[in-house]
């Protein structure tokens, strides 16, 4: 087999098409480090995109997200030989900057499947935003085939959420044991989600947690059909795993047929778009334009400085290198907070 | 600005003596690197499977029941067959220097045995992905 | 274990005025430029006085050998009746090179054997598994049925020698295979002594050479528990090993307090079972590692016994003086030893023998100085064999029981040690027990960074490891070795050897007693008398451990850093 490194764009995307698992590997990679060659690309194929599902998985540390991707991903591969991506977020250090990816592991019986596609990606203050990479990185998987792409990102914080969201469904997948209706609270999940899973349910305290779950649900006030329906399962031995499946996939065709998926597509094209615009003006401030070694120096000469009076400070330095007017400042404090570096 | 390394640390065979890969894992990691944990008892197909999907710059196995020679060939032989033979396969274990330099032919990266330095280790591994990055850009 | 108040100062006020002017002169004078703490990373004081040890009860805690809490002993004359018995674990290639090497050790005045075996029989495949290629005869013997086994103890008296083989996941159906192969040579059951590791739990925790997930994994143990308590009452069934524990990388203490735990959690199971606790906790045997910190090593023997002693009577109710002492088996730690100067790992094997010696143990491994490249040659296995010969005869430690008894060093060690697995014990309670943090991956994770840990500070210099990073000599300079080859045509000679079995035993009785093992392993009675007659038709490891493998599932685990 040729090098891959000794071919241009086109020919890696053409191979792509043919399945080569390589092609597609390092067109990934492109999108991962924002290399300009996947933005070219983007627009040469983004007309065949739309085709798979994008289903986020997301939940507290621990509770059987990888293991549920293990199961619905085999049991889709039984029931319909559907061609399965994964995309497994795990955070970056922020001290190292490097990452330990580990969710591999647990969906280790796919490995040798060639209808199953895993990649692991790290949380590294990806350009744009985490969420930008992970919707490149399920574009990608969405061209080489794949029917459905899950993309399982910890939920903690509120960038990963956003990738959830970021998905045509949402699943928020929680277990009994250590207060998780509480932290899902915290971190936003209870609005994200299309489907709870329940999972663990070998174990104590599932219907308790059930019922919390109808508690919170009911508090929101949400007509009873369109509340999120609560699913139980036992991930590690897949009892509940096909339920799940037709749940997943029953939603996926009543909002097709409703439009309401057309809807959501259209909102996250929409925040997509923005998130580009954002993460490229940061960009432009910061580093194109050498102003973040402006500000590094003006804080080096010390004093007692207003955060606005640098602020404005460096945005006039912008705008004067820019040649242009635009009132940045307000730009800028419209900016998702995922997107501060 | 230079983007991180990506490394799989994988056990390959039955061997479930998991010391080594964690202490490497753990130091690529502080190192810098994205290190993908394959975990124990892979085959060499899988290794490179998850070699190939993840796009890495490295492939580090760790290999204490003396079936190295069997082992190390194989997984380069599975590298080479998938067209990724860019992708520097570097390990330890109990590795005599004879077996070492019988590997090395082979195509494998430097090996380390007992008692080699997690830095020294460390350096070789991004000094060769340099030097790999660099030649295949100018290829 | 964290803070060392010992002769710093805090205490001052209450000590006398010569130890102030002690502590005075002390300070006045430099110290060496060392980090003064154990291979534990634990920081050692640099004195210790009466003063530390002010709580200790000379009666309660310290007692006599052979009485509770045996802290000096599990038996009143120790080592004036009986030597530990010198066990020089020993497997490799075929079961017929092993024969040799069984008779060579016995001729030369080994006591017991013991087995160790290739990877694929210790993960239950037979030699023609895809998954064996490369794995045959390497890290030890190759038992893939009833045919190995006769092999291995052909011409040996079977009822005279006790033979401990170390096996895990698979165990009991290796030793319904060694069980036949004696009922074959015309013993009793009765008449069998030996021990088979089957400790599962640190298999999970630290080995990583698992096959089922922990519940059937527990009832296999519990299984074989049970049997020998009914029928092989001199067997000891399972002994549990902080050996490989220490080996992946844990801390003296993870190491004291993780074993103990897991053996913990096996009475319980078996009270569970409704086993009378008397009834079985006298065969229960533990398995150490001897590192390099001498004294460490020492308090963490002693403290096991305390430990041990305690529990078994106040929390389970032992009754029996057996039940309650701790016996156990100690290895030299082969991590410690270095694939530089390789001669000096004798040395090194030298003193954590004899920690092990001074510590009390029953029985001894004494590590080759090749260990790190291979397994051993003859000529090094034997210069081991005399390192715990030298110890008995000539050092002259043998001759009294607990010698470093009353040593405030060793006493408040040995306080501290017991302190520190009781706050690891109070931590696995409130996870719901050792296979609740199994699963939450807390062990490994514990271990993996004392690992790293480690590694960082002998990187950092910290922690002198001679020939390492101190004191290092060129590889030209280096002595070399001879090394143990294992060829290649050992394992297609095994292969062979399989496929005339699998061509000569009856297929019905193979389908039989296979059935038998689904039934049986579907339903809750023991399953040892199932393997006994499946090992009797010669069916292989692999076929019975597939059967079990497609009833209870396979294991996986969650990595942790
Ligand atoms: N008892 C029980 N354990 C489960 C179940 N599903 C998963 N587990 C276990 O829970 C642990 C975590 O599972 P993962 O699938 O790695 O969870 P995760 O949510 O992907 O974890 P992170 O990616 O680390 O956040 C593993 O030990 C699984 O074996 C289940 O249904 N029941
Ligand atoms: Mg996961």
Redesign the interface.
């Known amino acids: 087999m040729t090098e891959l490194a000794s071919l241009d764009e086109q020919e890696l995307v053409v191979r792509l098409r043919r399945g080569d698992q390589r092609a597609c590997a390092r067109l990934m990679t492109w999108a991962e480090r924002n290399d300009p060659r996947f933005a070219v690309q983007h627009r040469a194929f983004c007309d065949e995109l739309g085709v798979a599902q994008r289903i986020g998985i997301t939940g507290p540390p621990g509770a059987g997200k990888s293991t549920l991707v293990e199961g619905l991903a085999s049991h889709w591969r039984e029931s319909d030989d559907r061609k399965i991506g994964v995309v497994a977020v795990d955070p970056t250090s922020p001290f190292t900057g490097g990452a330990l990816l580990g969710d591999r592991v647990r969906m280790s019986r796919l490995v040798l499947d060639p209808g199953v596609f895993i990649r692991s990606m790290a949380t590294r203050g990806v350009f744009g935003g985490l969420a930008r990479a992970t919707d490149d990185l399920a574009d990608v998987l969405d061209l080489f085939g794949c029917h459905s792409i899950m993309v399982e990102t910890v939920g903690v914080g509120q960038s990963e959420v956003d990738i959830a969201r970021s998905c045509d469904l949402t699943l928020v997948v929680l277990h009994p044991g250590g207060g998780d209706t509480i932290q899902a609270m915290k971190a936003g999940l209870m609005e994200v989600a299309d489907i709870y899973v329940v999972n663990k349910a070998d174990m104590p305290g599932v219907d308790r947690l059930v019922q919390e779950l109808f508690d919170v649900l009911e508090l929101r006030e949400i007509p009873e059909d369109q509340q999120p329906p609560i699913l139980t399962a036992v991930a590690s031995t897949g009892q509940g795993v096909p339920e799940l499946a037709e749940a997943i996939d029953g939603m996926v065709r009543d909002r097709r047929d409703s439009g309401r998926q057309a809807e959501r597509r259209q909102d996250n094209l929409e925040r997509r778009i923005r998130r580009l615009v954002d993460g490229r003006l940061r960009h432009e401030v910061w580093q194109a334009r050498g102003l973040s070694d402006l500000l590094h120096q003006r804080l080096a000469e010390g004093g007692k400085l207003s955060a606005y009076e640098l602020a404005d400070e460096v945005l006039d330095q912008y705008q004067q290198a820019a040649g242009h007017p635009a009132n940045l400042l307000g730009n800028i404090s419209q900016t998702d907070p995922e997107d501060s570096p | 600005m230079e983007?991180?390394i990506r490394v799989l640390v994988a056990k390959p065979?039955?061997?479930?003596?998991?010391?080594g890969a964690?202490?490497v894992?753990?130091?690529?990691?502080?190192?810098?690197?994205?290190?993908?944990?394959?975990?124990?008892?892979?085959?060499p197909?899988?290794i490179v499977?998850?070699a190939?999907?993840?796009?890495v710059d490295a492939v580090g196995l760790s290999i204490l029941?003396?079936?190295h020679?069997?082992?190390f060939p194989k997984v380069k032989e599975h590298l080479n067959?998938?067209?990724?033979?860019?992708i520097l396969l570097t390990g330890g274990g109990?590795i005599?220097?004879g077996d070492m330099d019988k590997l090395e032919k082979l195509g494998v990266g430097q090996l380390f045995?007992?008692?080699s330095?997690?830095?020294d280790l460390v350096d070789y591994i991004e000094k060769e992905v340099a030097r790999r990055r660099t030649a295949?850009?100018s290829? | 274990m964290k803070t060392v108040d010992t002769a710093s100062g805090d205490k001052t006020q209450s000590r006398p005025a010569k130890f102030v002017t002690w502590q005075e002169a002390f300070g006045a004078v430099p110290q060496r430029n060392a980090p003064f703490e154990t291979v534990s990373c634990e920081p050692v004081p640099p004195l210790v006085t009466e003063h530390d040890v002010a709580g200790l009860d000379a009666d309660t805690d310290i007692g006599l050998p052979g009485q509770f809490p045996f802290t000096r002993g599990p038996y009143a004359s120790m080592y004036r009746t009986r030597l530990w018995t010198m066990r020089q674990f020993a497997g490799f290639g075929s079961a017929s090179d092993t024969n040799a090497r069984f008779k060579y050790l016995l001729e030369r005045g080994q006591d017991g054997l013991s087995v160790a075996f290739d990877l694929p029989t210790l993960m239950g495949y037979d030699a023609d598994h895809e998954h064996s290629v490369g794995e045959v005869g390497r890290c030890g013997v190759a038992v893939s049925s009833l045919a190995d086994m006769e092999t291995l103890f052909d011409g040996v008296p079977m009822a005279e020698v006790t033979t401990s083989m170390t096996i895990n996941s698979p165990a009991a159906i290796v030793w319904a295979m060694y069980l036949v192969t004696a009922q074959k040579q015309g013993c009793k059951l009765e008449q069998l002594g030996g021990t088979t590791q089957n400790d599962i739990l640190k298999e999970y925790i630290a080995q990583k050479e698992y096959i089922f997930p922990p519940a059937p994994s527990m009832r296999l143990v519990v299984d074989t528990m049970d049997f020998a308590a009914k029928h092989v009452p001199r067997w000891h069934p399972v002994s549990i090993s902080g050996y490989h524990i220490r080996e992946a990388g844990s801390t003296a203490v993870q190491e004291l307090a993780f074993t103990l735990a897991d053996g913990f959690a096996y009475v319980e199971a078996c009270m569970e079972r409704g086993m009378d606790v008397d009834s079985f906790a006298p065969r229960l045997s533990h398995f150490f590692n001897s590192h390099v910190d001498f004294f460490e090593e020492i308090a963490k023997f002693r403290a096991a016994r305390r430990i041990y002693a305690r529990r078994m009577r106040d929390k389970y109710g032992a009754k029996s003086q057996r039940s309650q002492t701790l016996r156990f088996h100690t290895q030299t730690a082969g991590c410690s030893l270095t694939a530089q100067q390789p001669y000096n790992n004798i040395v090194r094997t030298t003193w954590e023998a004899l920690a092990g010696v001074l510590g009390g143990t029953q029985s001894l491994h004494t590590n080759s100085m090749d260990e790190t490249f291979a397994l051993p040659t003859e000529k090094a296995v034997k210069i081991a064999l005399r390192t715990q010969q030298l110890i008995a005869y000539e050092s002259g430690v043998a001759n009294t029981i607990d010698p470093l008894a009353g040593s405030w060093f060793v006493e408040d060690l040995t306080n501290r040690m017991e302190q520190a697995a009781e706050e690891i014990f109070e931590q696995i309670d409130e996870m719901g027990g050792v296979i609740a943090a199994i699963e939450k991956g807390w062990f490994q994770r514990e271990i993996a960074r004392s690992a790293y840990q480690y590694q960082r500070e002998v990187e950092a210099g910290h922690q002198v490891i001679i020939g390492v990073n101190h004191h290092k000599e060129d590889e030209q300079e280096e002595e070399k070795i001879d090394l143990l080859e294992i060829s290649l045509d050992s394992e297609r000679e095994q292969v062979a050897r399989l496929h005339k079995v699998k061509s000569t035993r009856s297929a019905a009785k193979v389908e039989e007693s296979l059935a038998r093992i689904r039934t049986d392993a579907n339903g809750s009675v023991n399953l040892m008398p199932a393997f006994m007659q499946a090992a009797e038709a010669y069916v292989t490891l692999g076929e019975m451990t597939d059967v079990l493998r497609e009833e209870f599932g396979t294991y996986r685990e969650t990595p942790t850093f």
Request: glycine content about 14%.
């Open positions: 983007q991180p065979g039955l061997d479930g003596h998991d010391r964690k202490v894992a753990a130091a690529l990691r502080d190192a810098g690197m994205e290190v993908i944990y394959g975990g124990l008892h892979q085959t197909e899988a499977q998850m190939v999907q993840e796009d029941s003396g079936a020679m069997t082992l067959r998938a067209g990724a033979e860019s109990i005599s220097a045995g007992p008692g330095r997690l830095a295949t850009r290829a």
